[in-house]
């Protein structure tokens, strides 16, 4: 074989950025004409032309990562999705898992907070604190976040339709640790095309909520140039039942849609591009979802590039959170779920994550309990200290299985955007309903493959037990709600009522005009205006979606 031109200078280039954590292991190879090297993930002998298609780790189309050295230099952000009851309950498991040696918090919100509900809406009886914790003000946002320093720690919040305001809320909560925007590190989600097709928690509709999506674009590019603005997400598409390549096609035609809109709103590419983050399911199809992931970040690349005309790297470089699959967890035989989530968790990261969470083997039953959040992090720092995967920068590159699935997921994938392109874009496709159909149609072939035996789910239709007794839950008190609302109740007879009602009037000014959204939710979201309050105004001015089906 011939060697590549820039073998050497690559490898040159990682020997020289490499933070390997391991200098005590003294691997070597014989490098080209004798010379012994330290190990690193590159063949002894390069074909070029196998380089001139796969390309080196960090350089486009980033097929093999987005950095030169991956999991040598540093591993990847170890995350637990978590939020439940009231925010001083949610506080103490986020501080019980930085202690255990999270990296990254990941903030869960109840549904009333994820619609633009307050507590004490009728909207959001029996609701409050279930899925997630109750956010009702910058208030309950101050204790959330409560001896947990902003400028050091990095949060993603799951928000979509309400995003714009949980994001000021966290924005103002930083201000008041006395942390400039400019050290605000994490990501909100603020999907909200996704919403439409797979999860349902919507509140406006679509056009509406690009501009909203544009306008945080816009602000965060001046003000908290660190943060991620959004995390397109094919992970709730997944966990609706689409199928690995639409997972690819349609989170990837969300993102062209969320470019094409900030263009339209005259951004300069290369202000935003670099902050768009993506979010992607980790299924147990191990070989599977790791060929997803290298198509996925090839196949944007070239979007980035031959689409858009984006000149620099980091604007076509496809970065993304990953998180086990919730679907595939079982109710029956939940120790089970502990080796589904490994092999999961093994997959993303042989895919290259930049983050990671795991699921808890009772989720199926309930929210997690701290032993079982405690195992599923403790799944991430076995793969990462203890595996050796993170030794090579991409240690499947080179298989012959796993480069033909890879060329399979982009090609099948490149070609279900082009059919949306025909339809006239992603949300043309979206309000027409081709892309709830497809996975509509992919879900119940699914579940069809299971019923009739073809596809076995270990414990529920193959090697069944009779179980007797359930594991330890944790439930949600009842009072939890009334304690939320009357907290809510004492808030709004201590603030100042004529600040918060100037502050909504701007808003609602602002929403009906051209004018960004972002300084005039910040307004509001300090004088203490609640959540409810704010997205009552946003709903006055632009209306609510009504799904046709």
């Known amino acids: 074989m011939?060697?590549?031109?820039?073998?050497?200078?690559?490898?040159?280039?990682?020997?020289?950025k490499s933070l390997h954590r391991f200098p005590e292991r003294k691997e070597k190879f014989t490098h080209h004409g004798g010379e012994e090297v330290p190990r690193v993930a590159c063949p002894e002998s390069i074909d070029a032309p196998y380089v001139e298609k796969l390309g080196f780790p960090g350089?486009?189309?980033?097929?093999?990562?987005?950095?030169?050295?991956?999991?040598?230099?540093?591993?990847?952000?170890?995350?637990?999705y978590a939020g439940?009851?009231?925010?001083?309950?949610?506080?103490?498991?986020?501080?019980?898992?930085?202690?255990?040696?999270?990296?990254?918090?990941?903030?869960?919100?109840?549904?009333?907070?994820?619609?633009?509900?307050d507590s004490d809406d009728p909207m959001s009886v029996g609701e409050v604190g279930k899925v997630g914790v109750a956010i009702d003000s910058l208030a309950d946002m101050e204790v959330l976040f409560d001896r947990i320093p902003l400028d050091t720690v990095s949060t993603s919040m799951t928000i979509n339709a309400s995003a714009s305001v949980l994001l000021a809320m966290y924005v103002a909560v930083a201000e008041k640790q006395g942390v400039p925007g400019e050290k605000i590190q994490g990501t909100i989600q603020n999907d909200i095309l996704k919403e439409y097709?797979?999860?349902?928690?919507?509140?406006?509709?679509?056009?509406?909520?690009?501009?909203?999506?544009?306008?945080?674009?816009?602000?965060c590019s001046k003000h908290t140039?660190?943060?991620?603005?959004?995390?397109?997400?094919?992970?709730?598409?997944?966990?609706?039942?689409?199928?690995?390549?639409?997972?690819?096609?349609?989170?990837?035609?969300?993102?062209?849609?969320?470019?094409?809109?900030?263009?339209?709103?005259?951004?300069e590419l290369d202000s935003f591009a670099r902050r768009l983050s993506f979010f992607f399911n980790a299924s147990s199809d191990l070989l599977e979802e790791v060929a997803k992931f290298r198509a996925a970040r090839r196949l944007w690349a070239r979007i980035m590039k031959e689409r858009f005309s984006a000149?620099?790297?980091?604007?076509?470089?496809?970065?993304?959170?990953?998180?086990?699959?919730?679907?595939?967890?079982?109710?029956?035989?939940?120790?089970?779920?502990?080796?589904?989530v490994t092999l999961q968790a093994l997959?993303?990261?042989?895919?290259?994550?930049?983050?990671?969470?795991?699921?808890?083997?009772?989720?199926?039953?309930?929210?997690?309990?701290?032993d079982s959040v405690r195992t599923a992090l403790r799944t991430q720092q076995v793969i990462a200290y203890e595996s050796g995967v993170g030794d090579s920068v991409d240690p499947l590159a080179g298989s012959y299985f796993i480069e033909q699935l890879t060329d399979g997921i982009e090609a099948q994938a490149s070609e279900l955007i082009d059919t949306i392109d025909r339809a006239g874009g992603v949300v043309a496709a979206i309000e027409d309903g081709f892309v709830q159909r497809q996975i509509e149609n992919s879900a119940y072939d699914y579940q069809q493959e299971i019923e009739r035996g073809e596809r076995v789910v270990v414990g529920v239709n193959q090697f069944q037990t009779d179980e007797k007794v359930r594991p330890p839950l944790l439930r949600i008190d009842p009072e939890v709600e009334r304690a939320q609302v009357q907290r809510l109740k004492a808030l709004r007879e201590s603030r100042d009522n004529g600040q918060v009602q100037a502050a909504l009037a701007k808003l609602g000014e602002a929403a009906r005009s051209e004018a960004n959204l972002m300084p005039a939710i910040l307004e509001a979201v300090r004088?203490?205006?609640?959540?409810?309050?704010?997205?009552?105004?946003?709903?006055?001015?632009?209306?609510?979606?009504r799904d046709a089906g």
Request: hydrophobic share 40%; charged share 20%; aromatic share 10%.
């Open 347 to 370: 997959a993303a990261v042989l895919g290259g994550t930049q983050s990671l969470h795991t699921n808890s083997r009772d989720e199926a039953l309930a929210l997690p309990t701290e």
């Open 225 to 267: 140039p660190a943060f991620n603005t959004i995390s397109i997400s094919g992970y709730h598409i997944r966990e609706a039942g689409s199928t690995a390549v639409q997972e690819v096609a349609f989170t990837l035609a969300n993102g062209i849609a969320y470019v094409q809109a900030a263009l339209d709103a005259g951004m």
């Open 59 to 80: 350089q486009y189309p980033f097929t093999r990562g987005v950095q030169p050295t991956m999991y040598r230099g540093r591993f990847w952000t170890m995350r637990q």
């Open 527 to 545: 004088s203490y205006a609640t959540l409810g309050e704010i997205c009552r105004v946003m709903r006055d001015a632009f209306g609510e979606f």
């Open 84 to 117: 439940f009851s009231n925010a001083a309950e949610s506080n103490k498991r986020y501080r019980y898992l930085l202690e255990h040696g999270t990296t990254g918090l990941s903030v869960a919100f109840d549904l009333p907070t994820q619609i633009g509900y």
């Open 311 to 340: 000149a620099k790297p980091s604007s076509m470089m496809l970065r993304f959170h990953t998180q086990t699959a919730g679907n595939t967890l079982t109710a029956q035989q939940i120790d089970n779920n502990v080796v589904r």
């Open 197 to 219: 097709v797979a999860r349902g928690t919507y509140i406006f509709p679509p056009r509406p909520s690009l501009r909203i999506i544009t306008d945080i674009f816009q602000w």
């Open 2 to 16: 011939a060697e590549h031109p820039k073998a050497r200078e690559w490898e040159e280039k990682v020997l020289k």
